[in-house]
Each structure stands twice: as C-alpha cells, then as structure tokens.
Nanobody, 126 residues
Framework: VQLQACGGGLVQPGGSLRLSCAAS????????MGWFRQAPGKEREYVSA????????FHAGAVKGRFTISRNNAESTVYLQMNDLKPADTAVYYC????????????????????WGQGTQVTVSS
C-alpha cells in the first residue's frame, strides 16, 4: 500500500485547507485511516481518524469542531477539511493506514498504523 498526501500550503489564521490522501495497492474491508501531525521539535501527534467499516470518525480535542475527516471508499481516498486554522496548527501532516478496525483507545497510537504517507506542510501565519 502506498499513501500520497497533498493539499498543504500557507494560509492566514482563520483560513481553511483541505488535505487529501490517496491509497494505492491493496485495500481491506476492515481498516482505519488517520491523520497525524508533527511540528518542529515536537513528537508526532494524532489529529483525526476514520474507520472504513461504519465510517466512524474521531478527532483529537485540539481540532474538534474545526477539522472534519471523511473518506471516499470507492476512490480509496481520505480527506481532512481544516477550518478556522490557527498558528498552533502549523506542522507537517501525515496520513496513515492501519490494517485493523481500531477501537477508540488505539486510534491515536502511531504504532497501530502500518503505512504512512510522505507528509504535507501546513503553515498558518499572517
């Protein structure tokens, strides 16, 4: 499986961006796709995730109400709509895929994800 993320860029505070992540290769009926981010000097942190089965969506507290994850199973693509962006959202954003339908306690753990995209830079600055 290969993941290709795109859609990052420079945006002013309060602006919006939509990230996309396309998965190629084999796909499974039971999988979870997620978004993580890593700011300079910080550890990679969980942002959002969505299960293929049931479409259950999860968001970290820092982005809840501002970010929305969605997916198009037919196109094996996951999206992250980011609204009301803040300077604290500045980071490299990575998409990831797990072969499993993760439960809530697992969904933010990077070790649960088997495949990672190359990352796309999001910079929020005036």
């Amino acid at each position: 499986v290969q993941l290709q993320a795109c859609g990052g860029g420079l945006v002013q505070p309060g602006g919006s961006l939509r990230l996309s992540c396309a998965a190629s290769g084999r796909t499974l009926s039971r999988e979870t796709m997620g978004w993580f981010r890593q700011a300079p000097g910080k550890e990679r942190e969980y942002v959002s995730a969505i299960r293929r089965s049931g479409g259950n969506r999860f968001h970290a507290g820092a982005v809840k109400g501002r970010f929305t994850i969605s997916r198009n199973n037919a196109e094996s693509t996951v999206y992250l709509q980011m609204n009301d962006l803040k300077p604290a959202d500045t980071a490299v954003y990575y998409c990831a895929l797990s072969d499993l339908s993760l439960i809530l306690s697992e969904i933010g753990n990077t070790a649960q994800y088997n495949y990672w995209g190359q990352g796309t830079q999001v910079t929020v600055s005036s």
